[in-house]
């Protein structure tokens, strides 16, 4: 027994010092590494003649399509790309009149093409009936296949006035969810814009109903965009005021401001919107929201570089909340080499309560250091070589299934992400489609409670570090290198 309690007692002695000399190695092999990342040569700058797999869409500009007399397979490259990427979160251009009439000549010498530019014709007036004709005329047996037709169908459906019958029996299972949002919010918006008369008696019901108030939410805005329609000055007071109190009121529901924020942004601009907005960005509740779009809407519907100065100067602001809201409204120009830009977000690499940080928008400015050499940035980038701070991660919880179960049966009353009247999946997507609303919807409603927690960004910065190039980055790894071995002596 003596004998076995030994060998135990050796044993244990023998792992305890084999694993503190393996940690010892690993950690002296962590920092050999990242001395000898540091030494490397900076990669050569990209090729712009090598194509890079997933870069395609770079080339179209969405605020400069080409011009009305451009050669016609340039119109067709452009226009396709738009028609095929077009969403309700994002700027999508317009094509002039000239253009249209280009697009559909093509169409009419070959109606194939009709499908790779369905939403061009969006917000064309004669956009629906010149769709509807192609349609009739090719009938079952023309150049379109069952799933070519459903696809065509279903952008009639949601962009004209054709099968508004449809849309209104959709319209009317908008409720409440368990989310804290909405369902079937397109087809109610797109009912009231093509029939308004069939929307009405639903919009009053749920303008009504104050035990669901993010559909009665939902319900101004369809009869904000209807006053808006019919020009009825009064109503477009009543509804705009009542929409701004609810954005306004931080102890709503974020869906519930969101959905508010977005028809006061997606609709019509009026005058004094972009001052109202500008005086939000101190609203700290409303810069934090997590799941939804919320500041960054108006700039994400607008031209490219249509806000990007006042954004630029407000970063200026001694407000935390609306520096933090600024860098995420330019958050998308991080990858566009904008050095100037990238320059007046260093502060921030040195102190974290500099501004409000959403989304990780302070990890992307590290990441877009690692593209440019910038030494002015080096002492912050090794601050944060041991920065430690509490950062908001997402927790999910543990009913994925139920909540994907539930989110499956929301996903046939269409996502939040056609929130306007845009294209419609074909049948023959429609199940994939449900399966990714669906999951997406699941992570969202487990995703509901955010937790504090340490969070580093010591790799993105060792990656800028390495960009850098800067003496002062491999002193203080050497530095950290010697330290390290004079405590492992010790131990």
């Not at 920092?31 to 395609?56: F, S």
């Not at 609306?322 to 958050?331: D, P």
Request: charged content about 25%; some cysteine; overall charge neutral.
């Amino acid at each position: 027994m003596k004998s076995s309690l030994r060998a135990v007692a050796f044993c244990s002695i023998l792992l305890a010092a084999l694993s503190g000399y393996l940690w010892q190695s690993a950690e002296a092999a962590t920092e050999d590494i990242v001395l000898r990342m540091l030494a490397l040569p900076a990669p050569p700058p990209p090729n712009p003649a090598v194509k890079i797999a997933g870069q395609g869409e770079a080339k179209y500009d969405r605020g400069k399509p080409p011009a009305d007399n451009a050669a016609t397979y340039e119109l067709l490259e452009y226009w396709v790309q738009m028609s095929s990427s077009h969403g309700a979160n994002q700027y999508s251009p317009e094509p002039s009149n000239a253009v249209l009439a280009r697009l559909k000549k093509e169409v009419d010498k070959n109606p194939e093409k009709l499908l790779s530019l369905l939403n061009a014709f969006i917000k064309d007036d004669d956009g629906p009936a010149f769709v509807k004709g192609h349609y009739d005329r090719e009938g079952t047996t023309g150049v379109y296949d069952r799933d070519d037709r459903s696809t065509i169908r279903s952008w009639l459906v949601s962009n004209s006035s054709y099968f508004t019958s449809e849309l209104a029996r959709e319209a009317e299972q908008v409720a409440d969810t368990r989310d804290a949002y909405v369902s079937n919010q397109a087809p109610l918006l797109a009912l009231t814009r093509h029939d308004f008369a069939k929307a009405k008696a639903i919009l009053d019901r749920l303008y009504a109903n104050d035990s669901s108030p993010v559909s009665q939410t939902l319900a101004r805005w369809a009869l904000y965009r209807n006053a808006l329609n019919t020009n009825s000055l009064g109503e477009i007071e009543r509804y705009r005021d009542e929409l701004k109190a609810i954005v306004e009121n931080k102890k709503l529901g974020d869906g519930m401001r969101d959905l508010a924020m977005d028809a006061l942004v997606i609709e019509k601009e009026w005058s004094g919107r972009d001052d109202w907005y500008y005086s939000l960005m101190t609203d700290e509740t409303l810069v934090k929201m997590d799941r939804f779009t919320g500041m960054t809407t108006l700039i994400n519907q607008s031209p490219p570089d249509k806000y990007a100065d006042k954004m630029i100067e407000l970063l200026k602001s001694d407000n935390p909340s609306v520096r933090g809201s600024a860098i995420r409204n330019l958050s998308r120009k991080f990858d566009s080499g904008n050095v100037e830009l990238i320059r007046a977000l260093v502060p921030w690499l040195e102190d974290a309560k500099w501004a409000v940080d959403v989304a990780g928008t302070r990890a992307r400015v590290v990441e877009a250091l690692t593209n440019i050499i910038m030494p002015e940035a080096v002492p912050g980038l090794i601050n944060l070589l041991d920065e430690k701070i509490k950062g908001r991660v997402p927790r999910y919880g543990t009913n994925a299934i139920s909540d994907a179960n539930y989110a499956g049966n929301m996903a046939l009353g269409r996502p939040r992400e056609e929130i306007l009247d845009g294209y419609v999946p074909s049948t023959a997507n429609a199940v994939k489609n449900a399966a990714a609303s669906a999951a997406n919807a699941a992570f969202s409603i487990s995703g509901r409670s955010y937790v504090e927690e340490e969070v580093s960004l010591r790799m993105p910065a060792i990656r800028a570090l390495v960009k850098q190039k800067d003496p002062r980055a491999i002193a203080v790894y050497e530095g950290s290198l010697m330290k390290s071995t004079d405590t492992s002596g010790q131990r």
